[in-house]
């Protein structure tokens, strides 16, 4: 039997779940403490009378994710794979620097987005995931490593789980749980132009990066099929209105593919888009994927790319790639890539 994830509570709804059964609700933040900061993974020794743990553990489970692999990069990145209660392959990534401990969070398992260059993508959609389990995955790299920055951009679009995505930067921002700034919650969408929108209304505390990956609607609809629903037009009126409202500076995701991206033509179509805007912007070349009429430029061909987009004071920085060795990097995600790397 499956319960529901104590984690994926807010505090409001804990408390009211104590109040019905005859508990104080006080006891609702002693809980939150004991699950988030404590980072408890069972029920054993919660301080509270034994009737109410009997009670919670009857009635919620605390740890969703069983894992079933671990693997470690020459880089010093570490990929898990988890599994669901329903048997459904997560996949979490840590990137550690001397400095900082980036975790790449998945919100679904799988994808339905679709884009061609990403593995993910391949797998289809098997389900969201619960809030719960998005910050399982966080508090499961958090006994080894402190983490300073969370990255939704793992498995699935954020943005089309966005009440478990809400709820989960809600948890890690709160000062009493988690107590994570909001610069240092990113949450990265293929272009969902509503739930942009609903971002800004729901009041997320988070920094928003849109995978832009190529600035032309021809060459961008080839790539990623959510542009034949909203194309750039209406992305950029959503990034528009998203960082006048909130003050806040986007982050754009450019992919670097040979002969698509990375051309002089490519080039001025992004300066022509980035450059009347408070955005900055990653360059990301294409990392190993199954598509075989994608290929990476070569090093001289990103470089003249680059150079050509900075002459115009566009901020572009070029992200190194992370975990490449263990299918770990930016759309290598996949349950089926794992059967591809030696372990």
């Not at 553990?57 to 898990?80: C, N, P, V, Y």
């Not at 939704?152 to 749980?177: I, S, Y």
């Not at 542009?227 to 003050?247: H, P, V």
Request: hydrophobic residues 40%; charged residues 25%; aromatic residues 6%.
């Amino acid at each position: 039997m499956k319960f529901q994830d104590i984690k994926s509570l807010s505090q409001e709804e804990l408390r009211l779940f104590l109040l019905d059964n005859g508990h104080k609700p006080y006891r609702a933040e002693q809980i939150r403490t004991w699950v988030f900061k404590q980072k408890m993974q069972t029920y054993e020794g919660l301080n509270v009378p034994a009737e109410l743990c009997h009670l919670l553990e009857s009635s919620f489970s605390i740890k969703s994710l069983r894992e079933e692999l671990k693997m470690q990069s020459a880089d010093g990145t570490i990929k898990w794979l988890y599994k669901t209660p329903d048997n459904l392959p997560v996949e979490t990534v840590m990137i550690p620097t001397e400095t900082r401990a980036s975790v790449c969070v998945s919100t679904q398992s799988g994808c339905a987005m679709g884009c061609v260059f990403c593995r993910t993508g391949s797998m289809k959609l098997n389900r969201s995931l619960e809030a719960g389990e998005i910050l399982e995955q966080i508090i499961n790299v958090m006994q080894i490593k402190q983490v300073t920055n969370v990255i939704f951009m793992g498995m699935g679009e954020p943005l089309m789980n966005l009440e478990a995505v809400h709820r989960a930067c809600v948890c890690l921002h709160d000062q009493k749980t988690f107590s994570m700034g909001k610069g240092r919650l990113t949450i990265s969408t293929s272009g969902i132009v509503p739930k942009i929108a609903e971002l800004l209304e729901r009041g997320t505390p988070c920094q928003l990066a849109v995978s832009l990956v190529a600035a032309d609607n021809e060459t961008r609809g080839s790539l990623m099929p959510v542009n034949k629903t909203w194309d750039l037009t209406e992305l950029l009126k959503a990034i528009d209105n998203y960082m006048e409202k909130s003050g806040e500076w986007v982050t754009l995701e450019y992919i670097l593919i040979k002969d698509k991206t990375c051309t002089k033509t490519a080039a001025k179509n992004l300066i022509r888009i980035v450059k009347p805007r408070r955005c900055k912007v990653n360059a990301i070349v294409l990392n190993d994927n199954e598509n075989p009429e994608l290929q990476a430029p070569s090093e001289q061909e990103v470089n003249e790319f680059l150079n050509f987009v900075r002459a115009e004071s566009v901020q572009i920085n070029i992200r190194n790639p992370r975990g490449r060795d263990i299918l770990a990097a930016c759309g290598q995600l996949s349950n089926n890539s794992l059967s591809k790397v030696a372990v």
